[in-house]
């Protein structure tokens, strides 16, 4: 459903101008919890939303999470060094939304890689990085790994990322169905990742207009792997509240077992004048909002 390229040209432009989306305002809430078994916590998150007015109308509010891998903490030495990396260069890189993501991504592999290489300790250590930014009325997204983006829009969950996963190419060839994925002993391997090859193949997604009443999830497989798409339907639909939305579906994980490290964002678009609550306003500083 999200489409096909537009043509560039003058009569795009201009139908473009015509079709100008409404102004909306963004809500957003990351959260992030260590589980029920494992030390510590190798997933990271990040909202960003510049004070800048001009970097704001550029390049919009930005979500990362990422989900770490590799021995003795370097899984959260690559996801936090993810979300750095991403953020920072994202903003930093003069070009249109889409082409910045995907060079953000980019970056952030080259980083990994090479801290990875110049340490021991962390040799081998990847992370996955899923990242949507909103801007001008669209959405941009740009994905490497099983951590996942879905969007609710008129009540109904759609996964816009697709798994760089062994189970994924098997669901796809048709050798076990997705349920069957789900435990499948190979659930854990992961095709691509950032920080494990010198270069990476980012998955982008085709730029496609925001509506008021979506809302977005970015989660870390510790939430997906434990929580059905229908149970994240129904919370992300009836709560009002994204944060208290975000801390139901940690909380359903958790009585799961939580055997992962679990991180859930969620953004809600709102038409720009109405009322939220200050607490799930998206925070105006570049500051880690994860608790
Ligand atoms: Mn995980």
């Known amino acids: 459903m999200f489409g096909k390229k537009k043509e560039a040209g003058a009569a795009a432009k201009e139908t473009r101008q015509f079709e100008a989306p409404r102004p909306f305002e963004i809500d957003a809430s990351l959260q992030t919890d260590v589980g029920c078994v494992r030390e510590i916590n190798e997933d990271s998150g990040r909202v960003v939303r510049p004070n800048d007015p001009r970097l704001l109308e550029e390049k919009g509010t930005l979500v990362v999470v990422a989900d770490g891998m590799g021995g003795h903490s370097a899984g959260e030495v690559a996801s936090g060094m993810a979300a ?78 697709e798994d760089h996963s062994a189970v994924n190419e098997m669901v796809k060839l048709g050798i076990i169905t997705k349920e069957q994925a789900r435990t499948h002993e190979d659930k854990n391997v992961i095709l691509r990742a950032l920080g494990t090859t010198p270069e990476v193949e980012v998955s982008v997604l085709e730029p496609f207009a925001v509506r008021e009443g979506d809302r977005y999830l970015l989660c870390s497989d510790g939430l997906h792997d434990l929580v059905l798409e229908d149970e994240i339907t129904s919370v992300l639909s009836e709560t009002e509240d994204i944060h208290a939305a975000g801390e139901r579906l940690i909380a359903m994980a958790k009585e799961r077992g939580g055997h992962d490290n679990i991180t859930v964002g969620i953004i809600a678009i709102r038409p720009e004048g109405t009322a939220a609550a200050e607490a799930h306003k998206a925070p105006t500083t570049r500051e880690l909002e994860a608790i």
Do not use: F, W
Request: hydrophobic fraction near 35%; proline fraction near 1%; include cysteine.
């Open 84 to 161: 750095d990396v991403v953020s920072r260069v994202y903003y930093e890189t003069r070009a249109e939304p889409g082409a910045a993501l995907r060079h953000a991504v980019e970056e952030a592999n080259r980083q990994i890689h090479q801290a990875a290489a110049e340490d021991e300790a962390k040799h081998g250590m990847g992370t996955t990085c899923t990242t949507l930014a909103l801007c001008g009325g669209r959405a941009y997204a740009a994905h490497v790994g099983d951590s996942r983006l879905y969007m609710l829009r008129e009540g109904k969950l759609y996964q816009l990322s």
